[in-house]
């Protein structure tokens, strides 16, 4: 059964800092690529982030909304049973609901979801 567990979301002020972990199980990241996203209130889902490893180069291929880059960090732990997203220099509008996700590795199509995690960013 696979499961994706999101935690360390808050409340934080402008400016601050807040890092998101997955744990995720039931499910490889030799096949899966993870995907964080984020939904605002009255807004629709949007992407936020990915990565996938290659199993062949042992490395990653990570990607990021122009919103975010720069600022936010994916990555995954050695173990390969976590998934983080480091957020600096929140700003307001990244005040939302972030949901990691598991797509299979060559697909856009996210087949997982996990219960997500609120983050508030005070101004």
């Known amino acids: 059964q696979v499961q994706l567990v999101e935690s360390g979301g808050g409340l934080v002020q402008a400016g601050g800092s807040l890092r998101l972990a997955c744990a995720v199980s039931?499910?490889?990241?030799?096949?899966?690529?993870m995907g964080w996203f984020r939904q605002a209130p009255g807004k629709e889902r949007e992407f936020v982030a990915r990565i996938s490893w290659n199993a062949v180069t042992h490395g990653v291929t990570s990607r990021y909304a122009d919103s975010v880059k720069g600022r936010f960090t994916i990555s995954m732990d050695n173990a390969k049973t976590t998934v983080y997203l480091q957020m600096n220099s929140l700003k307001f509008e990244d005040t939302a609901v972030y949901y990691c996700?598991?797509?299979?590795?060559?697909?856009?199509?996210?087949?997982?979801w996990g219960q997500g995690t609120q983050v508030t960013v005070s101004s």
């Open positions: 996700a598991a797509a299979r590795i060559g697909t856009q199509r996210y087949d997982y």
């Open positions: 039931g499910l490889t990241f030799s096949s899966y690529a």
